[in-house]
């Protein structure tokens, strides 16, 4: 599942998901804004940000 992790915690059972890093996001963005704002080149055009998986209770063992 995709989505907010304190929504993933609230249904039964908590579901396993994968989470973005917000705040990496942000500050990723926020650096290259200020840096168009400058007048600055900035040459990513895209930036990958590492998803976190949190593990809940909705994980089982491979099928033999």
Sequence with gaps: ??????DAEKGYPPLTM????YAEI???AVRMLRRRIAG???SER??????????????????K
């Design 1 to 6: 599942s995709l989505g907010v992790s304190a």
């Design 18 to 21: 994968v989470e973005s890093d």
């Design 26 to 28: 942000v500050s990723i």
């Design 40 to 42: 600055q080149p900035v």
């Design 46 to 63: 895209t930036v990958w940000v590492r998803p976190k998986l949190v593990l809940r209770q909705t994980l089982s063992s491979p099928a």
